[in-house]
């Protein structure tokens, strides 16, 4: 009897061991880095391994999943995603819903925007989600006026009334923080303001409002879609712990979109 029940133990054991999966997962740097290492452990407890890979910039991500080198990638939204899967064709899609991070607007020498002189220097992403975004909250704040039919995705080419002005200056996402020394006031994502150690509920002069359609996403391959370890990542990121601690850590300025 002892030997059946040391075999059904080590039968057990190798049954578990088959049934637990190792993925890659890919994020940028700052808040989606925080959160996925929350989400991993809710998996480990679930027999799912996440092994984390961190970005710092919006480019290789997509390219890195696309070419099987990630399991799955969460750091975007779906506008971007889309526009993305449109300019160089992959195949890939959005599996769930993770957080919103309103971007904002920051300044080392204003303190709002009304503020803001004849002629300023203004910061945006040059890439065209995340440009088109920083139109729009300019715009909702009154600054500029965009042309219309220009969708998610306008350019400073779409501005067509600029009543103060405004120079716009386009540069990776990733470097907007370190131009606030020479720029009137720049539009940064989350992520890069909370890795630059800027307080989005502190030091924005300007927010997003938070009903943005830029809820960001997870991401595999079109084939990976209804793999069961696509399913248990979801099911890990929507735990309520994770909610909690994304609640608890980033006080408003990382929402949960789920």
């Known amino acids: 009897m002892r030997k059946i029940a040391l075999l059904a133990s080590a039968l057990a054991l190798t049954a578990a061991m ?6 890659k997962v890919g994020v940028s740097v700052g808040e989606h880095a925080e959160i996925m290492e ?25 390219q ?5 080198d990630l399991s799955a990638n969460s750091f975007q939204h779906q506008p971007y995603l889309d526009n993305q899967i449109k300019d160089r064709g992959f195949d890939l899609v959005t599996i769930g819903k993770t957080i919103t991070t309103p971007m904002g607007v920051y300044s080392e ?16 992403p040059n890439d065209p989600t995340n440009g088109g975004r920083a139109l729009l909250i300019l715009q909702a704040k009154g600054l500029i006026k965009l042309a219309e039919g ?8 779409d501005v067509a009334e600029n009543p103060k002005n405004l120079k716009f200056l386009e540069l990776e996402a990733a470097q907007l923080p370190r131009t606030l020394a020479d720029a009137d006031i ?4 989350t992520n890069y303001a ?13 927010m997003e409002q938070a009903d943005s359609p830029y ?33 608890e850590k980033y006080q408003g300025a990382v929402i949960p979109a789920w």
């Open 64 to 68: 890195a999943l696309n070419d099987g």
């Open 150 to 157: 220009t969708g998610l995705t306008p350019s400073p080419l």
């Open 109 to 124: 020498k204003l303190k709002s925007l009304d503020a803001l002189p004849e002629g300023a220097k203004v910061a945006i």
């Open 215 to 247: 809820a960001n996403v997870i991401v595999v391959r079109k084939a990976d879609e209804n793999a069961d370890w696509a399913k248990e990542l979801v099911e890990a990121y929507h735990d309520p712990a994770v909610k909690t601690f994304i609640e």
């Open 186 to 189: 720049a539009v940064i994502n």
């Open 38 to 62: 929350e989400v991993a452990k809710v998996a480990a407890a679930k027999g799912l391994t996440i092994d984390i890979v961190e970005f710092t910039d919006y480019v290789v991500p997509n």
């Open 18 to 23: 088959a049934a637990a999966e190792e993925i």
């Open 194 to 206: 909370l890795d630059a150690g800027l307080n989005p509920n502190k030091d924005a002069i300007a």
